[in-house]
């Protein structure tokens, strides 16, 4: 197990970078705490898979320091930092069996005996590879394959941590759950150090204790899965987390709430001043789960809207609905479904009602 701090951390892939746009990863600080589960998420290209192979060796950042457990390792090799990782497709040797590859990493470092069997016996129990410790792994399926490339890295007892780079991505659905659930289990018996990079939400909010969101090179913010679905600290976090995403609608700021297409939406007053000194644009966001049904108007409370989509999705149903030239969707119970092109009002429950200012969440005081 092992913390590591990634301080002032930013990179290009340009020479001499000679301003921020040419920089992939912008400057940022990071604190992953030992023994912790933590997840990378965003779109592709957004400077996970660069923020990885910094922590692990393999890129030399252009600014900052790499500290793990309170050791400056920046200017340290791959394998003098004591972290495995585990890429999208699996990094192991066909031609030897799977007992051969996970006893590879010990008998590397000169181990022999019957240690080096207890230990690898252990890891393949771990992850419902015992049965096929005498086959070749060419033989294997991709998820076992991908099995045997996260035991490679289990199998050190010395490993400060394990960063996994997608790699279930390769892997069909079913074996994916499983696998995911595996990966869970391992770390809740392990208690190492793990940060799994992913651009699938799933993936990322069942698999971690904390996500990290990022976007274009930068880390947007930081939290349990449950903080990050409930108060987006911007407008792409709440976009990004949820199928669907946030409901994000321009508005006009008052006094003691906004206008959304001239229809007003009360707020805390507090809320509103402190929106006003931070500065436009302004959106109202609230998740299509807190989005409720009136059955008529009222004002400041609710938005009229007409029904443009109803999508049946098992026993939910979701209702998009036009607000002027806006739209937003509310995820409701199938027999709550109002009929297409109907006129209905959209609650909007203070207390699930988020106010964004410049893409911002602006937070109560």
């Given at each position: 197990m092992a913390r590591i701090e990634?301080?002032?951390?930013?990179?290009?892939?340009?020479?001499?970078?000679?301003?921020?746009?040419?920089f992939a990863l912008k400057p940022l600080d990071l604190v992953w705490a030992s023994g912790g589960a933590y997840a990378l998420l965003g779109p592709s290209g957004c400077g996970k898979s660069t923020l990885l192979n910094i922590m692990s060796g393999l890129l030399h950042p252009t600014r900052g320091s790499v500290v793990i457990d309170g050791r400056d390792v920046t200017s340290l090799a791959p394998q003098e930092r004591n972290i495995a990782q585990v890429f999208q497709f699996p990094v192991i040797y066909d031609t030897m069996?799977?007992?051969?590859?996970?006893?590879?990493?010990?008998?590397?470092?000169?181990?022999?005996?019957?240690?080096?069997?207890?230990?690898v016996q252990r890891v393949a129990e771990l992850l419902d590879l015992g049965p096929s410790l005498k086959r070749k792994a060419r033989q294997l399926s991709a998820d076992m394959k991908q099995r045997i490339s996260l035991g490679r890295g289990l199998v050190r007892t010395d490993v400060a941590a394990i960063l996994?780079?997608?790699?279930?991505?390769?892997?069909?659905?079913?074996?994916?759950?499983?696998?995911?659930?595996?990966?869970?289990?391992?770390?809740?018996?392990?208690?190492?150090?793990?940060?799994?990079?992913?651009?699938?939400?799933?993936?990322?909010?069942?698999l971690a204790d904390e996500v990290v969101v990022m976007d274009s090179g930068r880390v947007l913010q930081q939290g349990t899965p449950q903080l990050l679905f409930e108060s987006p600290a911007h407008t792409f976090v709440g976009y990004f987390i949820g199928s669907p995403g946030m409901n994000l609608l321009r508005c006009e700021l008052e006094e003691a709430g906004v206008r959304v297409e001239g229809q007003p939406v009360a707020l805390d007053p507090t809320l509103c001043a402190r929106a006003r000194e931070r500065g436009g644009p302004f959106k109202l966001g609230v998740r299509p789960e807190r989005l409720g049904l009136m059955s008529g108007p009222k004002p400041g409370a609710a938005l009229e809207a007409v029904v443009s989509r109803v999508e049946y999705i098992g026993n939910s149903v979701l209702v998009s609905a036009s607000i002027g030239g806006q739209t937003a969707t509310a995820k409701l119970l199938d027999v709550d479904?109002?009929?297409?092109?109907?006129?209905?009002?959209?609650?909007?429950?203070?207390?699930?009602?988020?106010?964004?200012?410049?893409?911002?969440?602006?937070?109560?005081?």
């Open positions: 990634l301080r002032a951390i930013a990179h290009s892939y340009v020479a001499s970078p000679g301003s921020e746009q040419e069996t799977v007992f051969d590859n996970l006893a590879f990493p010990l008998r590397n470092r000169g181990q022999r005996g019957k240690e080096l069997v207890q230990r996994l780079d997608e790699p279930l991505t390769v892997i069909d659905p079913h074996s994916k759950w499983l696998l995911r659930r595996k990966l869970k289990q391992i770390h809740a018996e392990l208690a190492v150090t793990l940060i799994y990079v992913t651009h699938d939400q799933v993936e990322a909010l069942t479904a109002p009929a297409l092109g109907s006129k209905i009002w959209f609650e909007f429950p203070p207390e699930w009602t988020r106010l964004y200012a410049d893409e911002f969440l602006v937070s109560r005081p």
